[in-house]
């Protein structure tokens, strides 16, 4: 060993020695801790998306703020006319009083006296919600692909307004998966264009659709669909043959908090061996059949207190006459909300973050094993994600494959307080969360680092492995990957502060390069497998490993998931990841309510709790609420009604007659939930600050040149929306392409009210390309055609902003009168078609060696053509280069229509060779922003050639900076 080694070596020791006197027998801080709360529902009006989206989410000031319920599936119809409607809405929505959400499906749509059965919804003040039956690619039936009429469609919009919540996008992301994923060629295309498939998809959904739709979700997609602005609610149907109805919760509030689109919940009659049904009886139906009693009711009273706007069950809400058991508890629990309509603030201090591409998938939907986006198997940090939600919520996997329901609803260890995150997510979200791990690989980049290491120095717990640190650009917080992984066996101890911890499985460590003052908190064999360090008002914990999993699997053959078996895990945590997760995520525990029981946390103001515990086994187990907020002063029970588990049915059909205990003050019954109001003498709660992001006072674009696909272009681009409102094309992706495939292309740019310019100067060259004067016939008149050919494009497309530019002198046979003559009547002409499309022209100048050259004469040949809808161009970094001064600009204000905002750059003998060139890298950047001053409110292209997109991050960054309006 050498000296140098040594040293290193006896320094860790010290370190973990002088750290275990810090930690307690538990292998936890002393220190106090704090607990960190967020406050406030959902306001969808509050984020930045919500100007431009094409759908504007409800508030829950729409809903009376409570939750409401869906009821009533479909409409009678007789002769091509819907029938009896008035009196269905009585019985479902006054008589029994179910709900007022109507959930009807599609084949009414074919009526001929809808508007009839509208004024009737209007009249009673009924919500219309997810209309339902669309299946892609199936030809006419109940199950059928269709399209909504634009005429039903404005019915709905001008009569219903904001209670007309769209239609269904019913568990497309599911059937995608099984029945469209393996259609995409190749298979095993990389996750970005695996996302390219399923966004295809999903558009062709929406579009037949009118893109004004509900997210019934299948699978942890929501993210992806409710992203594009389409979608007034997100949410699921649990139980049936689902994954766990928490973790696809953690997954729906994250999308919904994430886009800003609130949250519904559902419960389904179905499991996968039948459905419960009341008044019809057969093999794989009946009242025994389906969902048990106990489930149904946990599940809607979980999603109750998830804050969902709107909840409910599938279906089965009568028998005959009279409602059913299933009835009985959604009328209950509705009455239960209209008695205790305020229940607070669900807390979710947890963010688990995976890359904006990962389309992470449960590890097993329908037999779909150990895949994302439907095709590829997991990497590492699928799996990493996978343990981390096992964690969370252990045995969540096995949901819908066990007979008695194991794994629908699972313990929650820790609270069932987590919400599921992309890395797209903006920062001011991320501080929402006291504690946010990255839970996969992230892709990487700068803009994610920013954002990690803004949530840190704000003051969050951010954790993370090697695997994605060494993603990021020179690290996080000062800690970075330094090279490649050192490789160790089973049997290998990991040495803990006051511990030691024997590994199972192989597994590699990277080795990490970090401040002196940073704490290492677990070694294997003299190498850092555990880093902490305190950073700005937060903190990171790094773990070495890259992605806290085995080197190899620790099962041999194919994964199998059986009926009432586990599901085989081939990659588990290491034991040391699992060791110092579990000792973070128990920080975030509010409350505790016993071993083996589910915790749902609401807060409805200082000192003021509401408690939903589950006890998700079929054996009574012990209850005792302990709180972490400070000393509880009373506890009281809001009392749900118990009329369901009079009926055999409330337990599954294999366990029906089993003794599942009772509730009492110390104990829960098997099957059991139960609701409680905890006041305490709070201590050591921080109430988290709103952390709102600043909206941009200007308009951004960002020029994308030599492009195949604008969609793409924008999709690659995940945080698109959080830094730029439009692009910049360049002539030829509109030259090139028909008018058909244009107007595919650009439905959804322009649904997303993206700004779209047009860039014609790159083929304004005299040769070539276009030429602006008449002295060669055939020339010239092609040029004015294609010009013409653009802009009737984009007329069809209704784009408005055109820039062109002059182009060089003629070098024989034309004298610079004539050129200058020709330039007026060209740019007239097309001024003029133009203005017929409502087209505004911005003139370039000053560019290389195009003319005009010169300052005055660019502003006397615009002044010379006096056209309207004619505008001058801006580049900053031509402005600097000739020194136009601001006295000059201020003359023709009113002219100017645009900035291109650059900074120019000289060679060693100091010429000008770039006017494109980033105005980060520009040593006078206030030259810059005196000249944007003059005019602050004109749009602003970035106009700079990008190698990257990092590049383009930066850039949009520095000029926010450089405006003074940063964007949190």
């Not at 209309?131 to 030809?139: F, I, N, T």
């Not at 192989?506 to 360090?533: C, I, Y």
């Not at 059986?562 to 060791?579: A, I, S």
Request: contains cysteine.
């Amino acid at each position: 060993m050498t000296f140098k080694n040594l040293k290193k070596q006896l320094w860790i020791a010290f370190v973990l020695l002088f750290q275990s006197l810090c930690y307690s027998q538990h292998g936890k801080p002393d220190a106090v801790q704090r607990h960190f709360v967020y406050t406030k529902l959902l306001n969808p009006r509050e984020y930045p998306d919500d100007a431009r989206r094409f759908v504007k989410p409800p508030t829950w000031q729409l809903f009376g703020n409570q939750t409401h319920f869906t009821t009533m599936r479909g409409f009678q119809m007789k002769d091509g006319k819907l029938v009896n409607y008035a009196e269905d809405f009585e019985r479902y929505t006054r008589t029994f009083d179910l709900g007022d959400v109507i959930w009807p499906n599609c084949r009414f749509l074919s009526a001929t006296n809808i508007p009839d059965m509208v004024q009737e919804m209007k009249r009673r003040n009924l919500f219309m919600f997810d209309v339902w039956g669309y299946v892609p690619g199936s030809g006419p039936g109940d199950w059928h692909q269709f399209t909504l009429s634009k005429e039903t469609s404005d019915l709905f919009i001008s009569e219903l307004g904001d209670k007309w919540l769209g239609m269904d996008m019913g568990e497309q992301d599911g059937r995608y998966l099984l029945g469209y994923s393996k259609s995409m060629s190749p298979l095993a295309a990389n996750r970005f264009e695996q996302y390219l498939n399923f966004h295809r998809h999903i558009s062709r959904i929406a579009n037949d659709m009118g893109n004004r739709l509900a997210a019934l979700t299948a699978v942890t997609y929501g993210h992806y669909l409710v992203k594009d602005g389409f979608y007034t609610l997100v949410g699921a149907e649990t139980a049936q043959m689902h994954p766990n109805g928490q973790v696809f919760y953690a997954f729906i509030r994250g999308a919904g908090k994430e886009y800003g689109v609130p949250w519904f919940g559902n419960a389904s009659v179905f499991n996968r061996w039948g459905w419960k049904s009341y008044g019809s009886e057969g093999e794989t139906n009946g009242p025994t059949k389906g969902t048990s009693l106990s489930l149904l009711k946990r599940l809607l009273y979980s999603h109750i207190l998830y804050n969902s706007m709107v909840a409910g069950f599938e279906g089965s809400w009568f028998d005959g006459d009279k409602l059913s058991p299933i009835g009985k508890i959604q009328q209950a629990a509705q009455q239960w909300v209209r008695k205790n309509p305020d229940i607070g603030v669900h807390q979710t201090p947890i963010g688990v973050m995976t890359d904006f591409y990962a389309g992470w998938l449960f590890p097993n939907y329908n037999n779909i094993l150990y895949r994302v986006w439907g095709n590829l198997p997991y990497g590492p940090g699928d799996y990493l994600t996978n343990n981390v939600f096992g964690m969370l919520y252990p045995g969540y996997q096995v949901s819908s494959f066990y007979h008695d329901e194991t794994g629908f609803l699972t313990a929650t260890p820790y609270g069932d307080n987590a919400d599921a995150l992309l890395s797209d997510a903006p920062v001011w979200i991320m501080k929402r969360y006291p504690l946010l791990i990255v839970a996969g690989e992230l892709s990487g980049g700068t803009e994610i680092k920013d954002k990690l290491q803004e949530y840190v120095n704000s003051g969050g717990h951010l954790l993370i492995t090697a695997g994605s640190l060494q993603n990021l650009p020179e690290g996080l917080a000062g800690i970075s990957v330094t090279g490649g992984p050192a490789e160790f066996a089973q049997g290998e101890k990991v040495q803990l502060p006051d511990s030691i911890i024997e590994e199972q499985q192989g597994f590699q460590l990277m080795p990490l390069q970090f401040p002196v003052e940073s704490s290492v908190l677990a070694t294997v064999r003299g190498k850092e497998a555990v880093v902490r360090r305190k950073c700005g008002k937060g903190t990171i914990t790094v773990f070495a490993s890259p992605f806290g999993v085995g080197e190899k699997p620790k099962i041999n053959g194919p994964v199998i998931q059986k009926e009432d078996t586990p599901l085989p895990n081939p990659y588990p945590l290491l034991n040391h990841v699992q060791f110092f997760l579990d000792e973070v995520f128990t920080t975030q525990k509010l409350f505790d309510a016993g071993k083996n029981l589910s915790l749902i946390t609401c807060r409805r103001k200082a000192g003021e709790y509401v408690l939903g515990i589950g006890n998700n086994t079929w054996d009574e187990l012990p209850l005792k609420i302990e709180s972490y907020v400070g000393k509880i002063r009373s506890i009281n029970e809001l009392k749900l009604d118990q009329s369901e588990k009079k009926y055999p049915e409330y337990l599954p059909e294999t366990l029906i007659g089993k003794n599942i205990g009772i509730s009492d003050s110390r104990h829960i019954a098997g099957g059991d939930f139960r609701i409680f109001v905890v006041y305490v003498d709070e201590k050591d709660v921080t109430e988290l600050s709103d952390s709102l992001p600043e909206h941009r006072e200007f308009t951004k674009l960002l020029p994308l040149r030599s492009i195949n696909n604008l969609t793409n272009e924008v999709l690659a681009r995940p945080t698109f929306f959080q830094h730029f409102d439009g692009v910049v094309v360049d002539w030829k992706y509109l030259n090139q392409r028909e008018k058909k495939a244009l107007e595919k292309d650009l439905t959804w740019p322009e649904l997303q009210k993206a700004e779209i310019w047009v860039d014609l100067s790159s083929a304004i060259n005299l040769f070539p390309d276009l030429r602006l004067v008449d002295n060669i016939k055939e020339e010239y008149k092609s040029s004015m055609e294609t010009i013409k050919d653009v802009m009737d494009k984009m007329k069809m497309l209704g784009l408005e902003h055109l820039l062109l530019s002059l182009h060089t002198n003629v070098e024989n046979n034309i004298t610079e009168a004539d050129t200058w003559r020709d330039f007026e009547k060209s740019i007239t002409e097309i001024c003029t078609y133009a203005e017929k499309s409502n087209i505004t022209v911005y003139l370039k100048g000053m560019e290389g060696n195009k003319l005009p050259r010169n300052w005055n004469n660019y502003v006397s040949f615009i002044n010379k053509v006096n056209r309207p809808n004619l505008k001058l161009a801006l580049n900053t970094a031509v402005l600097i280069d000739q020194g136009v001064s601001p006295d000059a600009i201020e003359k023709v204000k009113e002219k100017i229509g645009v900035w291109l905002v650059a900074a120019p750059r000289y060679d060693l003998s100091n010429r000008l060779w770039n006017l494109n060139s980033s105005i980060q890298k520009y040593d006078k950047p206030q030259d810059v922003k005196r000249i944007v001053d003059l005019a602050p409110k004109l749009p602003l292209i970035l106009d700079v050639i990008f190698e990257t997109k990092d590049e383009e991050y930066r850039e949009s960054c520095a000029l926010d900076k450089l405006m003074g309006k940063v964007l949190k």
